[in-house]
Nanobody
Framework: QVQLVESGGGLVQAGGSLRLSCAAS????????MGWHRQAPGKERELVAV???????NYLDSVKGRFTISRDNAKNTVTLQMNGLKPEDTAVYYC??????????????????WGQGTQVTVSK
């Protein structure tokens, strides 16, 4: 019932910037938190940044001061601006959203939804 579509990954040199975007669509009633996780090869998935519907943010310590998360509640989008990228930021980045959505039969449910992932590669 809800789809998240990401864009903006790619290859960049260390010190460069990338901007990731994610758009949610479908039978959405409301979106609570939105954010980004990442998973590097051989490592656990980790939370990179999260933003609430009220605009409160939280970041992984290693990205504080370099990454900025923002959202447009009217458009159901979330963006991650990544500056000062480092090789250790290389990973697949996944958008997620905590969404209350309509179900068939007049029901609704709140659940986490995920994007398909976008590769970010930072070269030395």
């Amino acid at each position: 019932q809800v789809q998240l579509v990401e864009s903006g990954g790619g290859l960049v040199q260390a010190g460069g910037s990338l901007r990731l975007s994610c758009a949610a669509s479908g039978s959405i009633i409301s979106i609570h938190a939105m954010g980004w996780h990442r998973q590097a090869p051989g490592k656990e998935r980790e939370l990179v940044a999260v933003i609430t519907s009220g605009g409160n943010t939280n970041y992984l310590d290693s990205v504080k001061g370099r990454f900025t998360i923002s959202r447009d509640n009217a458009k159901n989008t979330v963006t991650l601006q990544m500056n000062g990228l480092k090789p250790e930021d290389t990973a697949v980045y996944y958008c997620y959203a905590d969404v209350a959505a309509h179900l068939s039969g007049g029901y609704s449910r709140r659940d986490d939804y995920w994007g398909q992932g976008t590769q970010v590669t930072v070269s030395k």
